[in-house]
């Protein structure tokens, strides 16, 4: 199981019987905003993902993070968001 707490920077995850298996500190600069979101794929993989922000050129990206088991860090990703039009 894991649990995710944006307002402590931690994600833990643990066994059933509440046994911790790792903790995993997110850095600094990773997502902050409320609505930041969490999520356990069925490879095992977790994702973290904040609402988008502007980047240096005035447009909207998606920032991910994903966890680096092995390193106990987090691999950061930004998708720059396309606008819609009607």
């Given amino acids: 199981m894991g649990w995710y707490s944006p307002a402590s920077r931690l994600y833990l995850e643990f066994t059933a019987d509440g ?18 979101s969490a999520a356990i794929c069925d490879d095992g993989s977790v994702h973290l993902g904040a609402p988008p922000q502007p980047n240096t050129a005035g447009l909207s990206t998606f920032r991910a993070l994903t966890l680096n088991r092995s390193t106990k860090t987090w691999d950061s990703t930004e998708t720059p968001l396309k606008q819609a039009t009607c």
Wanted: charged share 20%.
């Fill in 19 to 36: 046994v911790e298996l790792g903790r995993y500190v997110l850095p600094v600069e990773g997502p902050q905003k409320p609505g930041t």
